[in-house]
């Protein structure tokens, strides 16, 4: 195994611990649209699963999205 041959310890998995620690940043929605935009220009995957982590980032960009609606919601009319 090549130094730069990181398929052996970084796939998937790790990609979407990745995203979770992005999601719970105070910036996380904005973080996880730049991970988004910037996947269309990424051409090395390896073992990342390319289709599940950016469903995995779309899941979490919209869960974070009905989590700022609802805490609005609650709050009443600005």
Partial sequence: ???LDTSATYGTFAEKAFLDEMARKRTGAALLSGYLAAAEKRTVWDAINKAEVLL???LLLNAGGAGETTCQSAAGPA
């Fill in 56 to 58: 995995y980032a779309q």
């Fill in 1 to 3: 195994m090549s130094a």
